[in-house]
């Protein structure tokens, strides 16, 4: 059995109030026709300057010890 001294971990980056706005819509009337979706990721640029700051807040976390 091999005892792992640093188990790791995971930290995430996740904007739930996204400004960006996408579209979903009828490509046509018959129902076996794909819709046309464009999420537009990102496209409201405050969506891309609120991020910015993760890495310093992400750093700080691993920092801190109880």
Known sequence: M???SDPGGAL???LLALRSVGILGLA???PAVVP???PAHLSD???RV???GAPRLIRR???FRR
Request: charged share 35%; hydrophobic share 50%.
């Open 28 to 30: 046509s009337a018959d």
């Open 12 to 14: 995430a980056l996740l």
């Open 50 to 52: 609120r991020p910015r």
């Open 2 to 4: 091999q005892v792992i």
């Open 61 to 63: 976390i691993l920092r």
């Open 36 to 38: 046309v979706a464009d």
């Open 45 to 47: 640029p405050d969506d």
